[in-house]
């Protein structure tokens, strides 16, 4: 029983007896589609689905090698078979350096097509798996997916490759929006562990003993309500990895159990005296001091060094200003096709004031911030003026002298001023409130082009 689709082949020969010979070889296999030319065979790939072609190297319209690169350039994994005559041979190994599968010389032996064109579809599909493998593995092991620059990211991307693949616990501290869960599961991306499930515990979300049983999970009857049996997060984790956010927020109690399990890859269900075994990997996260909850008791120490194997500390964005061009294009890129509308670019001077903004929500406040941009804003290009954060705060943080301060400030807002009213002198002076004589002033002495010049 024929359950397997025929595969397709596109026979290319502008002899009439060659297409037939061919048809009758291999039509009990494969579906087979002829064309006379080049034309004909342009058509025949257009309308039809083709698994490979076997192609005469000469054609009355155009020759073989034109047709095979056009071929080639439009479905690189569509294998040609190219067949020709002995005194033509040369232009074969021609082919051959342009991407033909093999070539076959006429005349020829019916057994010689059928098992060329059978490795051609072999080397095809096999193409397609590693194609669809690397699609695969690119999904679950995805450093891209952390957008960065600057060198202190370069020093965090090549520590967390060397510490992935290791069992040891990891503590990342950084403010709140720097990117800690992103490089937790990059870390559990990165290790034999990748293919085993990452699940995120919340300490700071859940009450204690609602905690108890997301981690521990329960027999039936261990609480009122608790009706059947259920495996808590870290027996689903099993052989994968624990992400504990917040753990800064984890209760002194729950510290403990969370230290034996640690120490002894051992627990038991609530309501159940049996020992349950685990391996599991724990990544925790916070951003709060931990070194300072410690001297206050909030913090157990010997938890803190059981967690603190390696310490990984993220820097806030305002550190690494080399991050944000990047991270203002990416999020724009991303928003974009998400809404399926939104502006095409940052200008270069919007650019400028966002690298100098402090960004004390961090990643977060800089990925909202474009979301809603891109929501909003209806122009092809972000200005300065589409740019919804408190502007004051930016030169207030600089620190500067009063002077560079109020020569700053005049700066920006004369040129968002200018960039509201599209270059026009005039209406930017009415706006201002002065005449048009100290606008342009202003602009040659701020610097500013466009300004009056001598
Ligand atoms: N370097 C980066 N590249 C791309 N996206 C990032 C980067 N850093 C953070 N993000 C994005 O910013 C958001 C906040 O990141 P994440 O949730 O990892 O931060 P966090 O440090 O866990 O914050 P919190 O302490 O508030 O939980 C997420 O949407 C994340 O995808
Ligand atoms: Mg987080």
Redesign the pocket.
């Known amino acids: 029983v024929e359950s397997k689709k025929k595969a397709s082949v596109l026979v290319v020969d502008d002899e009439k007896g060659v297409r037939q010979a061919l048809r009758i070889a291999l039509e009990d296999e494969y579906h087979v589609l002829l064309a006379g030319n080049g034309k004909e065979a342009d058509k025949c790939l257009a309308d039809n689905h083709v698994d490979a072609v076997l192609l005469d190297i000469r054609l009355p319209d155009t020759d073989g090698i034109t047709l095979l690169k056009k071929i080639k350039r439009t479905d690189p994994a569509l294998e040609v078979v190219m067949i020709t005559a002995v005194k033509y041979v040369q232009t074969a190994v021609a082919a051959i350096k342009a991407g033909a599968y093999e070539y076959i010389v006429k005349p020829f032996v019916v057994a010689e097509i059928l098992n060329v064109i059978k490795r051609a579809l072999e080397k095809r599909d096999y193409i397609r798996e590693v194609v669809h493998l690397r699609r695969e593995l690119d999904k679950y092991k995805p450093f891209e997916?952390?957008?960065?620059a600057s060198r202190k990211?370069q020093e965090v991307f090549s520590y967390i490759s060397a510490i992935a693949p290791s069992d040891g616990t990891v503590l990342i501290q950084?403010?709140?929006?720097?990117?800690?869960?992103?490089?937790a599961r990059a870390i559990h991306n990165r290790s034999q562990r990748w293919k085993k499930p990452f699940l995120v515990i919340n300490c700071a979300a859940v009450p204690q003993t609602l905690m108890e049983r997301e981690l521990f999970g329960h027999n039936k009857g261990a609480f009122t309500g608790a009706v059947s049996s259920m495996p808590g997060k870290l027996e689903m984790a099993d052989n994968g990895t624990v992400f504990l956010?917040?753990i800064d927020s984890m209760e002194v109690n729950l510290q403990s159990k969370l230290l034996r399990v640690i120490q002894e890859k051992e627990f038991e269900r609530l309501g159940s005296a049996r020992i349950t075994q685990v391996d599991v990997r724990f990544v925790a996260?916070c951003?709060k001091d931990l070194r300072q909850l410690i001297s206050q008791g909030g913090f157990r120490e010997d938890l803190y060094f059981r967690l603190n194997v390696f310490p990984l500390f993220?820097p806030p964005l305002r550190k690494r200003r080399d991050?944000i061009p990047l991270?203002l294009e990416?999020?724009l890129t991303l928003y974009r096709e998400k809404e399926g509308r939104g502006p095409e670019r940052f200008s270069q001077k919007a650019v400028d004031f966002l690298s100098s903004y402090d960004w004390p929500g961090?990643?977060?406040e800089l990925?909202n911030l474009v979301h809603r941009i891109c929501t909003i804003t209806r122009k092809r290009t972000i200005q300065i003026a589409d740019v919804p954060v408190d502007k004051s705060a930016v030169f207030l943080k600089k620190g500067l002298p009063l002077k560079e301060a109020v020569h700053d400030f005049e700066r920006n807002y004369i040129s968002e001023t200018l960039e509201e009213v599209n270059g026009n002198r005039k209406n930017a002076a009415r706006r201002l409130g002065i005449h048009r004589n100290t606008l342009l002033a202003k602009m040659n002495q701020l610097g500013l082009k466009g300004g009056y010049r001598k």
């Open positions: 997916e952390i957008v960065a990211m950084g403010e709140s929006g720097t990117g800690k869960e992103l490089v956010d917040d996260a951003n993220l991050d991270l990416h999020f961090n990643v977060r990925e």
